[in-house]
């Protein structure tokens, strides 16, 4: 089965503490994405990548680290820099420019 | 920064009313597309808009592309108790993949 796979679904996390949230694709895209989603708000990226082993911060990286080591796969860590990062995080992927944006089911990461 | 608004925020509607959300980006747009996020789920691809005035319909769907490659719209046609979601459209600049998101509009649809 094709697509984005997303995990852990629900994340607590104290505060000090550093958590990564995966993101898998087969759909052998170039591009991935992560973006923030506050309840009853829009989506802002956080960062992107057009190709293995590049990214490019987006509107609102500070607290946020990712890699891009292999092409599916592009990990989000969210470190204690981010002061209030309990949010409904969104993996997504695309062909490249002009492609379809396909997004993962989402991470709720919650800080306790 | 290129930044993408879109209104109304939130729209309640009578089923069977029809619906429209704008969106207005403050940089111009190779291209523009459509999402539909329903309410815990992620969001969903409707449709792409590239050229210039482009107008795309789909069932009671109808999307269109401003002449500047600035802004676009969604309208819906006699809302259904199925179009309930909140519908981002999502711009992309010339030459890049990076997508910016509008805030949303809110589609309540009351029976």
């Known amino acids: 089965d094709g697509g984005i796979t997303q995990s852990p679904k629900y994340l607590f996390r104290k505060e000090g503490q550093n958590v990564t949230l995966s993101c898998e694709q087969n759909?052998?895209?170039?591009?991935m994405y992560w973006y923030r989603q506050d309840p009853g708000q829009g989506l802002r990226l956080i960062y992107y990548?057009?190709?293995?082993?590049?990214?490019q911060k987006g509107d609102i990286a500070e607290g946020y680290s990712v890699s891009r080591e292999k092409k599916e796969s592009f990990p989000l860590t969210v470190t204690s820099a981010q002061k209030n990062p309990t949010a409904f995080y969104l993996c997504?992927?695309?062909?490249?420019?002009?492609?379809?944006?396909?997004f993962g089911e989402g991470s709720w990461l919650t800080v306790v | 920064g290129q930044q993408v608004m879109q209104i109304p925020q939130y729209q309640h509607v009578q089923e069977g009313e029809d619906f429209t959300t704008y969106c207005n980006s403050s940089t111009t747009l190779s291209n523009i597309q459509w999402y539909k996020q329903r309410p815990g789920g992620h969001p969903v691809f409707l449709i792409q808009l590239v050229k210039s005035g482009e107008v795309k319909k789909q069932k009671r769907l109808t999307f269109q592309f401003g002449e500047a490659k600035k802004n676009s719209s969604l309208h819906i046609t006699a809302t259904q108790t199925t179009d309930v979601g909140t519908y981002f459209c999502a711009g992309s600049t010339s030459g890049t993949y990076k997508y910016i998101f509008g805030t949303g509009t809110r589609l309540k649809v009351l029976a």
């Open positions: 759909l052998n895209h170039d591009a």
């Open positions: 997504a992927s695309s062909p490249g420019t002009g492609g379809t944006i396909y």
């Open positions: 990548s057009q190709i293995v082993n590049d990214f």
